[in-house]
């Protein structure tokens, strides 16, 4: 396994490249969007667990230069959402093969309950940061204003607690600290010299701090009560942002299973639930601007997230009941516009046909 893990890491271009080539030639394959399709979804699964466990190999390489706090080992929560999310469409087409259409929702269901679950243990081991893509991508950005402890200037009160990530200067010190203000001049200073060889003076004083400097400690992760004990009602509704993010899919399976597909009931209650959690956390970043304490602030990651997440929503157009009433009808009238027009009729045939095959596949149109 090692020497696969090497293989990977030195050839990522060229893995990439192979990846891509084969996940795009899977939507050549016969029997695609068929009533016999297990086949052609085991190998788009398998390529997608393949592609996910690659992926995972060339974002844990390891540095040269290990630097900062000590992570401890943690279990690999990306890995396990991207493998279940490549799975799920082989559950579908499996159970509706087997079981039916109707029968086929409780399989959907119990592969969203387990997604949740893994997505909150995630949500909690990365000390309550929001979810990037739905978890695939782990979130390692550090927020500036994260913590409510009172600073000046950006450093800490004297007194004051110091939780993970306190400030420390370039060298290692703390700047409140006496011996560290000194030991920190003295290093700047024989820095700033740039002189061939140290003085012994200084090897001294480097040797002391370094004696002196304590081991990186173990990176301490926000909990819930933390969480909530210094951010108040904002926390709260952050956490419920999240929440109604993760849990959304499986409540709109579940509303299906009562009412089925064709009801407006799961389609209100996950738009519903969308605009909500999107609101929750839209409306405590708003507030952190306009308050007097800065209660939350987005990495420019989760920015990006959260305009993700918007996106999604258009995905509302192509789920039942709104995509049989609405959006075919507009995809058929513009087939046969285009029909007459060479090679563009044709393509465009093509592409509404892929466009109603994907369709009838919940896991294409979930966007969880």
């Known amino acids: 396994m090692e020497a696969y893990k ?21 939507w050549l394959l016969p029997e695609r969007f068929s009533a016999s399709e297990i086949g052609p979804e085991a190998v788009t699964a398998i390529l997608g667990v393949v592609t996910a466990i690659n992926e995972h190999i060339i974002d844990t390489t390891p540095t040269q230069m290990q630097s900062g706090s000590v992570e401890p080992y943690s ?17 579908e087409v499996a159970a509706q093969h087997y079981y039916g259409e109707d029968k086929k929702w409780n399989f959907i269901a119990v592969t969203e309950a387990i997604k949740v679950l893994v997505r909150l243990a995630s949500f909690r081991n990365s000390g309550y940061k929001m979810l990037l893509h739905g978890g695939e991508t782990p979130n390692n950005e550090k927020h500036l204003n994260f913590s409510s402890q009172h600073a000046t200037g950006g450093f800490s009160k004297p007194g004051s607690h110091h939780g993970p990530g306190y400030y420390r200067d370039v060298n290692g010190q703390n700047p409140w600290n006496l011996e560290g203000r000194a030991l920190s001049a003295l290093s700047r200073f024989g820095e700033n010299a740039r002189m061939v060889s140290d003085p012994v003076w200084l090897c001294r004083v480097q ?35 999240e929440v109604l993010f993760i849990t959304r899919p499986l409540i709109y399976v579940l509303f299906i ?47 990006d997230e959260l305009k993700r997440r918007k996106l999604l929503w258009a995905l509302y157009v192509m789920r039942d009941p709104f995509f049989s009433k609405y959006t075919r009808q507009k995809l058929e009238r513009t087939e046969k516009l285009l029909e007459p027009v060479p090679l563009v009729g044709l393509l465009t045939g093509k592409l509404v046909e892929l466009i109603i095959g994907a369709q009838t596949r919940y896991t294409y149109m979930s966007g969880s």
């Open 6 to 26: 090497r293989w990977v890491r030195r050839n990522k271009e060229y893995v990439h490249s192979l990846e891509s080539l084969a996940n795009g030639l899977t």
């Open 207 to 241: 040797h002391q701090q370094a004696i002196m400097e304590p081991p990186s400690p173990m990176v301490e992760r926000m909990t819930l009560s933390t969480l909530l004990s210094e951010k108040g009602f904002h926390g709260a509704l952050f956490v419920m942002g």
């Open 257 to 303: 299973r009562k009412y089925g597909i064709w009801s407006w009931t799961p389609w209100f209650v996950s738009l519903a639930m969308d605009f909500i959690g999107v609101g929750f956390i839209t409306q405590v970043t708003k507030s952190s601007h306009s308050g007097k304490q800065q209660q939350f602030g987005l990495t420019d990651s989760e920015k």
């Open 75 to 91: 279990f690999p929560y990306s890995l396990c959402i991207s493998a279940i999310k490549d799975l799920e469409t082989l559950v």
